[in-house]
């Protein structure tokens, strides 16, 4: 990829969680339009992305959906042009990223970001530029992964990274993270899949880390969870 290529690099923000964990607030909202700062999770993210000069976003919905929609129109406001992947039932990450891909478009890499996370700050020219070496290197990875410190609620992390080499076993000088839920994927992880039947990440990760195909970094910067009504309060405290 060229600079120029990257910055045109497709993203898919995942909005069609229930947000289960955040009721009564999701009760007639969708989590990723719930507030920081009098500004939506979404728009944290909107913003990042047209700052950083891509254009093109996907976003899927499921609960209350017509709200994202009515919330973010075309994605005109933010300088961005949005698009919808409405989902009828959740189709959990990878069957969501999976309908929503001819939509995306990508020529190979497209960068994802799940709507329920709040990072301010995140570096998204970094992560650009991330995705331009990813086609250069061997065994061309299927996924680029950012792993975060273990937080208090999810202590025991998801994979282990030793250097950029993600795995799900682990091995000598290894350090088990969290998946930050913001990831650059290869299409070709999702060719497998069928249209319209849910399917979960997790799996077809794991596989990929199997096939030595996985890569990824540890993100210091802030990054947070917004998994609770309590947690939400917390972070309105904290960035007022």
């Not at 709040?118 to 990813?134: D, E, H, K, V, W």
Request: proline letters at 7%; charged letters at 20%.
């Amino acid at each position: 990829m060229t600079e120029t290529s990257t910055k045109m690099l497709p993203c898919f923000l995942l909005a069609a969680g229930r947000g289960e964990r955040m009721r009564p607030l999701t009760d007639d909202l969708p989590k990723p339009l719930l507030t920081i700062q009098n500004k939506s999770l979404l728009a944290w993210h909107l913003e990042a992305l047209a700052k950083a000069g891509i254009s093109k976003v996907v976003i899927n919905h499921a609960w209350l959906g017509s709200k994202i929609e009515n919330a973010l129109g075309n994605g005109q406001e933010f300088g961005l042009d949005i698009q919808y992947s409405p989902e009828v039932n959740a189709l959990e990450t990878a069957g969501g990223i999976c309908k929503a891909l001819p939509l995306l478009a990508p020529t190979d890499y497209f960068l994802v970001i799940n709507g329920d996370v709040f990072s301010p700050n995140l570096p998204i020219a970094q992560i650009l530029q991330t995705a331009s070496g990813l086609n250069t290197q061997s065994n061309k990875p299927l996924a680029h992964l950012f792993m975060v410190p273990n937080p208090i609620q999810h202590p025991n992390g998801d994979f282990y990274l030793n250097g950029s080499e993600v795995a799900d076993q682990e091995s000598k000088g290894a350090e088990k993270l969290t998946f930050s839920g913001i990831g650059v994927y290869h299409k070709d992880l999702f060719k497998d899949l069928v249209m319209d039947v849910p399917a979960k990440l997790a799996p077809i990760l794991r596989q990929a880390m199997s096939e030595n195909r996985v890569r990824g970094e540890k993100y210091l910067g802030p990054w947070h969870d917004v998994g609770t009504p309590e947690r939400l309060q917390e972070l309105n405290a904290i960035y007022e």
